[in-house]
T-cell receptor, first 113, second 115 residues
């Protein structure tokens, strides 16, 4: 089955710095990737997504990079704010495979004021 | 309306009880999901319904029984649970179709405690 994982379980950054959260996946046929943010006591919240026909996608203060060669994606958060403190998950969604969607292990981001 | 509504928010049940978790969405999504999440762990896929038919069952014990009565509703029937089944149960929904934006929207979850 699909294996999705993250390189670092925790990340602590200073407010205003940029944050980079990494994720590795195992199935080279995976074609849709999503980053979610989960705050304490809440369900995961969509941040940004990317399809396999792209290598970069930008949102507001967030950028996702996809490297299909090494099966790696990253989430970059610019000018990290205290409100960004949460657990971040990457997920691989396979719509053509019964809508299978699996999560990586998660990285806890802590922003220090 | 981009909400997925889960009820109840909290549930405490004994090992001999029967209870149901409910999930509702009105976004026209035809894929609906149940996940189980333990503390400090990622959501773990349990079931996926696509067009109201069960498309994925991740070898979940039969004491968990999903049901999708229509395209807006998803239930999870619980019977004879064990204390280790205590967790946050998350429902999600998404579009179906390779070319559509398929990000999943999640409910706030039901915090289940089995005593």
């Amino acid at each position: 089955g699909e294996s999705v994982g993250l390189h670092l379980p925790t990340l602590s950054v200073q407010e205003g710095d940029n944050s980079i959260i990494n994720c590795a996946y195992s199935n080279s046929a995976s074609d849709y990737f999503i980053w979610y943010k989960q705050e304490s006591g809440k369900g995961p919240q969509f941040i940004i997504d990317i399809r396999s026909n792209m290598d970069k996608r930008q949102g507001q203060r967030v950028t996702v990079l996809l490297n299909k060669t090494v099966k790696h994606l990253s989430l970059q958060i610019a000018a990290t704010q205290p409100g960004d403190s949460a657990v971040y998950f990457c997920a691989v969604h396979t719509p053509y495979n019964n809508n299978d969607m699996r999560f990586g292990a998660g990285t806890r981001l802590t922003v220090k004021p | 309306d981009t909400e997925v509504t889960q009820t109840p928010k909290h549930l405490v049940m004994g090992m001999t009880n029967k209870k149901s978790l409910k999930c509702e969405q009105h976004m026209g999504h035809r894929a609906m999901y149940w996940y189980k999440q333990k503390a400090k762990k990622p959501p773990e896929l349990m079931f996926v319904y696509s067009y109201e038919k069960l498309s994925i069952n991740e070898s979940v014990p039969s004491r968990f029984s999903p049901e999708c009565p229509n395209s807006s509703l998803l239930n999870l029937h619980l019977h004879a649970l064990q204390p280790e089944d205590s967790a946050l149960y998350l429902c999600a929904s998404s579009q179906v179709g390779h070319t559509k934006a398929a990000e999943a929207f999640f409910g706030q979850g039901t915090r289940l405690t089995v005593v």
